[in-house]
């Protein structure tokens, strides 16, 4: 029997010789290990979770997560090639420099991720903006100080001003002079803080109030309480803005529009040259408006909750956005992942 064993197991090994061969599976190439800049404001933070997790789960990497701003983040990407992605960079201020690295073959523009830009502007609430469809823009507001009354004098109108130190203060103040308030019953009100300036913004819409004043998104704001921007009447004029709108106490300014404050994804070339389909993620990942990430905000503020946890609750409750990002198997790993 031990004989007939041994026998029939060498003709079965030399027989498995003949036997076609099962195809090999192609081995998708690894990720590897990815750094991802983690802004500090609230977007930012979010938008880094939902790329650590899509990687993570969807691609395979091992993602970090390392501290970041917008400054020294991209200074760093530009000199040293780290971190590896700057999921949210506000390139406005910083174009000069980012152009030529790109230029240069050191940096790579992926996708606009807010595809909208970030917006800044007056702002009055929907209510008023339904009730008063002739207001459109901030001259047509300043025909109405009535429906925007000023807190510490009913007979005239408020515009509330940016946060006290910011350089938006500036212009908004310089605004105020260009489009004649003073002279139309206005007042620009102080509103100290950003607490403060969100606090007038409640409050106008608890006592259904008008409310005409400075603000920017996407914010947790704006995805609470609907507020309407006014057109500026006029377009941008970089020029002035650079030596007037911008600067502290000049004397005459002129009226003038908010640049669109353009945001992009930035990676580095390197990593960009190994990336394969995380690449194409990172080009595809746009927000086309700046509504779901206000709501994400708002969602965030109201439940306390940190970047990952609005990470996972924007993976979890708006699939019909992220799914678009990328293809059906990673999607599928995402979710089996959260």
């Known amino acids: 029997m031990k004989q007939l064993l041994a026998t029939t197991l060498v003709l079965a090994v030399a027989g498995l010789g003949s036997l076609p061969a099962t195809p090999a599976l192609a081995a998708p190439p690894k990720c590897g290990h990815v750094t991802i800049a983690n802004m500090n404001w609230p ?19 091992q993602a970090e997560l390392v501290p970041g701003d917008t400054q020294p983040t991209l ?27 790109v230029a240069d073959k050191r940096l790579v523009y992926a996708a606009s991720e807010l595809a909208q830009g970030g917006t800044e502007g007056w702002w009055i609430p929907d209510y008023v903006a339904k009730a008063h469809p002739d207001i459109k823009t901030i001259d ?25 130190g910011w350089n938006c203060q500036i212009t908004t103040g310089n605004l105020f002079k260009a489009y004649g308030a003073a002279g139309k019953g206005f007042a620009l009100v102080d509103t100290g ?8 913004i409640a409050k106008a819409f608890a006592r259904h109030q008008g409310w005409l004043g400075y603000y920017w998104g996407p914010t947790a704001i704006l995805g609470k309480y609907h507020l309407v921007r006014l057109e500026a009447g006029v377009p941008h004029d970089a020029q002035e803005w650079q030596t007037c709108t911008a600067v502290a106490d000049c004397t005459a300014p002129k009226p003038n529009a908010w640049a669109k404050s353009e945001v992009y994804t930035v990676v580095t070339a390197r990593f960009a040259a190994k990336a394969g389909p995380v690449l194409a993620y990172l080009k595809t990942r746009a927000f086309p408006t700046n509504a779901p990430v206000n709501a994400m905000l708002a969602w965030m503020t109201d439940n306390q909750a940190t970047g990952e946890e609005g990470a996972r609750h924007f993976l979890k409750t708006m699939p019909q956005i992220w799914t678009g990002w990328v293809p059906a198997e990673a999607a599928a790993k995402v979710k089996a992942g959260l």
């Open 193 to 200: 803080s950003a607490a403060g300036l969100d606090g007038s």
């Open 140 to 164: 047509d507001a300043l025909r109405h100080p009535e429906l925007f009354p000023d807190p510490e004098d009913p007979d005239r109108g408020a515009v509330y001003n940016c946060p006290s």
């Open 75 to 101: 200074t760093a990407m530009v000199e040293r090639g780290e971190p590896d992605i700057a999921p949210e960079a506000w390139i406005n201020s910083m174009r000069r420099l980012l152009d030529q690295a």
């Open 43 to 61: 977007s930012a933070e979010l938008i880094a979770w939902v790329d650590k997790i899509i990687l993570t789960k969807g691609y395979g990497c």
